[in-house]
């Protein structure tokens, strides 16, 4: 079985600043993909960066970067030049290879941007 | 393009009711997935469907059962409500329940309270 693990229930951050949201994942898999998404107060699940368990270098999108360190097992998100409209709530996750489309979900980082 | 859109926004029931949540896939998906989100926690897999068969299931019990129509449209049932599936309920739709990597777009989800 797969496991996620998010250590920071909460983090503030300076608006315009970067942050760091941590995860630890656990599988017996070799194949994987690692996910982050963002839930805000609305409840949906927002889409922000993937990141395949055999990619050489590590995912960006935009002002999302994924820090993937395959030994340690871990996947922090790296969010730059941070906005107020970037309160919320953020999730690890993963899908091994055999579990298709079944996302295993950490318990998630409330980050709240300060102006 | 549709997003998913699920139905209703917000539902109270008593214990020991049913009740049916609804799920519209984005266009072009043939995936649908269910997650419970408790209140604190991330969401937890419940089952997935695709092309109408269950494709896999997580840790819930029999009660919870769900079906998926041929334009890909799915409903979640759960019967003899219990307190603690007060949750907010995900779905998400994707393409080919075969690959680990699609992305999958969730929907608002439908807030669940049993009383």
């Known amino acids: 079985a797969q496991k996620i693990t998010q250590t920071q229930p909460g983090m503030f951050v300076q608006e315009k600043e970067a942050v760091t949201l941590d995860c630890t994942y656990d599988?017996?898999?070799?194949?994987?993909?690692l996910f982050w998404y963002k839930q805000p107060s609305s409840g949906e699940m927002i889409f922000l960066i993937y990141?395949?368990?055999?990619?050489?270098q590590n995912a960006t999108e935009g002002r999302y970067s994924l820090n993937f360190q395959k030994a340690r097992k871990s996947a922090n998100l790296v969010i730059s030049a941070s906005q107020l409209g970037d309160s919320a709530m953020y999730f690890c996750?993963?899908?091994?290879?055999?579990?298709?489309?079944?996302?295993?979900f950490g318990g998630g980082t409330r980050l709240m941007v300060k102006p | 393009e549709t997003g998913v859109t699920q139905s209703p926004t917000h539902l109270i029931k008593t214990r020991g009711q049913q009740v049916t949540l609804r799920c519209s896939s984005q266009?072009?998906?043939?995936?649908v997935s269910w997650y419970q989100q408790a209140l604190g926690q991330g969401p937890q897999f419940i089952f997935q469907?695709?092309?109408?068969?269950?494709?896999g299931r997580g840790n819930f019990p029999p009660r919870f059962s769900g079906l998926q129509f041929p334009n890909y449209s799915s409903e979640l049932n759960v019967n003899a409500l219990e307190l603690d599936d007060s949750a907010l309920y995900l779905c998400?739709?994707?393409?080919?329940?075969?690959?680990?990597?699609?992305?999958?777009?969730f929907g608002p989800g439908t807030r669940l309270t049993v009383l």
């Open positions: 998400a739709s994707s393409t080919g329940a075969g690959s680990p990597y699609n992305e999958q777009f």
């Open positions: 599988t017996s898999d070799p194949s994987y993909g």
């Open positions: 990141q395949g368990s055999y990619d050489q």
């Open positions: 996750a993963m899908i091994p290879n055999n579990a298709g489309n079944m996302l295993t």
């Open positions: 266009s072009g998906h043939n995936t």
């Open positions: 469907y695709y092309r109408e068969e269950e494709n």
